[in-house]
């Protein structure tokens, strides 16, 4: 068995000897924290939880299956076990010339198992562009390691591809539509305020969303990771982030928010003007299911995809802090800056929407007045009216300002 030479990560190790490791959180790890192995590390974000995944490094650990209660799908026949790469996930392995596995070595919750284990979502996407794991290995409900039927990976941040890549997670949105849960907007704006409440940023950003905002089952697509069957790209299904489980609760998402992830990964990369952006969203919008296409889907009053964007670079931000990656971190605090600027013209709006409810009230007070004779019926008529055309006229301006979605 060939002898397979680790970067980082030895069993026993100190927190100092792994940061060469791009997954290892360098920015955010306390020094006084446990070592690797003892089975977690403290962070100024909270614990983080670890595995000794170190084994599965060898052909050895791989010719003995564990547990199968502790295995979904089919473990797979390895010939060889080479590092094709790291990232913030963890590590991508080859081993065979048909199969890759990833390795996760920090626990960040169950979403590919599930997927797996899940026969209709499976079914749901057997024909769509997007790779699903043939095994996961996974412990103490945590996905450990996945395999994927794929011998090729690709990224996908140039613009041109990217536009693509938004029409392809239209098509998966709408395979999965009908698994989709209700608007749970008051869980959404809690995330919000937990990963501002961590990162203490001076933002604050809530929205109501609409009915046709709802929550997807999880595949946390990456640009940075994607397969390639033939000539064909897909979408591989991964993991959470370390820095989301860490930062917020493992809730579903709307198909904007992942859409926004992916802009998000582009913008920062490449730069994205507003009709960068208006593509974008457009060649998502027409494959994704009708009703996302709605106008108060997109309304920004209602959220749409500008809270999402914020929900997206907050997420950068926490990535930043967590790898002490400044560049990320000054790109994601320069956007975090205009934020005010948005918030500013909602306030202006919400003032005129205010005025739809003042001018009811009127209307109300007036017919009361008149019932009451303590008016004139004339005086009253010409007030009530007056109060509702004002009130029709607010509504109006109120949601003819509404900012575009791009």
């Not at 284990?117 to 794991?133: F, G, K, M, T």
């Not at 046709?212 to 994607?226: H, I």
């Not at 033939?230 to 859409?259: K, N, T």
């Not at 205010?354 to 008529?381: C, D, H, K, N, Q």
Request: proline content about 5%; aromatic content about 10%.
């Amino acid at each position: 068995m060939p002898f397979l030479k680790v970067r980082v990560c030895q069993c026993g190790a100190s927190p100092s000897v792994m940061d060469e490791s791009p997954w290892w959180p360098s920015g955010i790890i306390h020094e006084d924290s446990e070592s690797f192995d003892s089975g977690k590390i403290r962070t100024e974000f909270g614990t983080l939880y670890c595995w000794n995944y170190q084994d599965c490094l060898t052909v050895d650990w791989w010719a003995q299956p564990p547990n199968q209660s502790a295995i979904v799908g089919t473990w797979p026949e390895v010939t060889e076990v080479s590092i094709l790469r790291e990232d913030r996930k963890g590590l991508l392995l080859k081993i065979n010339a048909e199969q890759i596995a990833r390795v996760l070595p920090f626990s960040v919750g169950n979403d590919l198992s599930r997927m797996v284990r899940h026969e209709p979502w499976n079914n749901a996407l057997q024909s769509q562009p997007v790779i699903l794991p043939s095994m996961v290995y996974f412990t103490e409900g945590n996905d450990r390691v996945a395999v994927y039927d794929l011998a090729q990976t690709a990224t996908g941040t140039e613009i041109k591809m990217a536009n693509k890549l938004a029409g392809m997670l239209g098509q998966i949105h709408s395979a999965l539509d009908e698994f989709s849960t209700p608007n749970t907007e008051r869980r959404w704006n809690d995330r919000l305020k937990d990963i501002e409440a961590e990162l203490k940023t001076s933002t604050l950003w809530r929205a109501p969303h609409s009915s046709a905002t709802v929550g997807l089952p999880r595949l946390n697509f990456d640009l940075e990771l994607l397969g390639k069957i033939g000539d064909e790209i897909h979408f591989i299904a991964d993991s959470r982030s370390p820095v989301e489980h860490i930062l917020c609760e493992a809730d579903r998402l709307p198909g904007l928010a992942h859409l926004m992830m992916i802009e998000q990964q582009i913008s920062f990369t490449q730069g994205m003007d507003e009709t960068a952006r208006k593509e974008l969203l457009d060649s998502w919008l027409n494959s994704a299911p009708s009703n996302y296409n709605s106008k108060k889907a997109l309304s920004t009053l209602l959220g749409g995809p500008w809270i999402w964007r914020y929900h997206a670079v907050l997420l950068a931000l926490g990535e930043a802090r967590m790898y002490g990656d400044e560049p990320l971190r000054k790109k994601s605090q320069k956007w975090l800056n205009d934020v005010s600027r948005i918030q500013a013209h909602l306030g202006v709006l919400r003032l005129w929407k205010s005025g739809l409810w003042g001018g009811i009230t009127g209307a109300v007070i007036a017919f009361f007045a008149w019932r009451m004779e303590s008016i004139s019926p004339t005086i009253a008529g010409i007030a009530g009216i007056s109060c509702m055309l004002f009130a029709i006229l607010s509504n109006q301006i109120y949601w003819a300002k509404d900012p575009n979605p791009y």
